[in-house]
């Protein structure tokens, strides 16, 4: 699963971007893009925000807010259950340790070599799937839980189609909860400082965030949807929308996460969770 990356790095490891752009990315353009970007970032990311992560630990978001203390997935014990976008796995190890029979997805080969990885550290061998999310290698109705921290929705084009696959492979009465980018952080600049907030592009304007290589190709897309969206393509697919969570940041945590920092998360949100259900 491994795979070596070509792209230049900065000092921190990760993709060193020729260019920015505003500009269309269809969806193969996405996940081909994203899965290069992915592979190379793989160990700068774990080693930047591994030990925050843990090895067997569900964390939602950067605002801290943990699976052992939301139980926004219900009951696990003896669930089936699918990580769609597991990175390294460290959600995955925690359910498969609450009990659950779990089966973790990403895109990146690096990701998943990591998630190999800590899978023979801890002794905790979770089951890793290398598949887009748009097209997952399950069977229908085949899984009681889904669920995804980050991992794959905010880097597809087509959402649609990612949450119908997520919608079909769960069983009815199935649950499926995802953290995503709250759509409020799309107009802000990206940085940590609460002196920096101010809108500087429309919330409205849904033309990905593009990253480029010297030869003005595609290595990086963020796809931006409202809140509105979010809860169409949801609605779209068949799901019941439950809840949507807007974690709060959790008193005395100090770890920075990009963007998210303690002294902006007491300001804005970070993360908007989609706590949906399959009619039964
Ligand atoms: C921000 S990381 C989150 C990983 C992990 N859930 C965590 O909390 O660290 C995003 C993950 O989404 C994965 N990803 C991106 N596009 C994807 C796609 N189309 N299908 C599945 N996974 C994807 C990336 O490879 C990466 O591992």
């Known amino acids: 699963m491994d795979t070596p990356s070509d792209l230049p790095l900065d000092d921190a490891g990760y993709p060193a971007p020729g260019g920015v752009a505003r500009r269309p990315a269809g969806a193969a353009e996405s996940v081909a893009a994203n899965r290069r970007w992915w592979d190379a970032a793989a160990p700068a990311y774990l080693a930047e925000h591994g030990t925050d992560l843990g090895d067997a630990d569900f964390l ?41 029979d779990v089966v973790a997805l990403d895109v ?20 890793l799937v290398q598949a887009d999310v748009g097209a997952l290698p399950l069977s229908a109705a085949s899984v009681d839980l889904a669920c995804s921290a980050f991992g794959g929705l905010p880097f597809v084009a087509d959402v649609e189609g990612a949450l119908a696959e997520v919608a079909r492979v769960l069983r009815p009465g199935g649950r499926f909860v995802a953290s995503v980018n709250h759509p409020f952080r799309w107009p802000l600049p990206d940085s940590p400082d609460p002196g920096d907030l101010r809108v500087v ?19 990086y897309v963020e796809h931006h949807r409202t809140v509105g969206d979010w809860v169409r393509a949801v609605v779209g697919a068949g799901l019941v929308l439950e809840e949507l969570v807007e974690p709060e940041w959790t008193p005395g945590r100090t770890q920075e996460w990009g963007q998210w920092s303690p002294a902006r998360g007491a300001l804005v949100p970070g993360t908007l969770i989609l706590v949906c259900a399959k009619p039964g």
């Open 201 to 219: 592009s429309s919330y409205f304007d849904r033309t990905p965030y593009v990253e480029t290589d010297e030869d003005d190709r595609t290595v």
């Open 60 to 100: 939602w978001c950067p605002e801290g807010l943990r699976e052992a203390d939301a139980h926004l997935l219900g009951d696990v014990a003896g669930r089936r259950v699918l990580e769609v976008g597991c990175g390294s796995a460290p959600c995955a190890r925690w359910l498969r340790r609450a009990g659950a």
């Open 108 to 127: 990146s080969g690096g990701m998943l070599a990591r998630a190999a990885e800590l899978n023979s550290a801890t002794g905790i061998a979770v089951p």
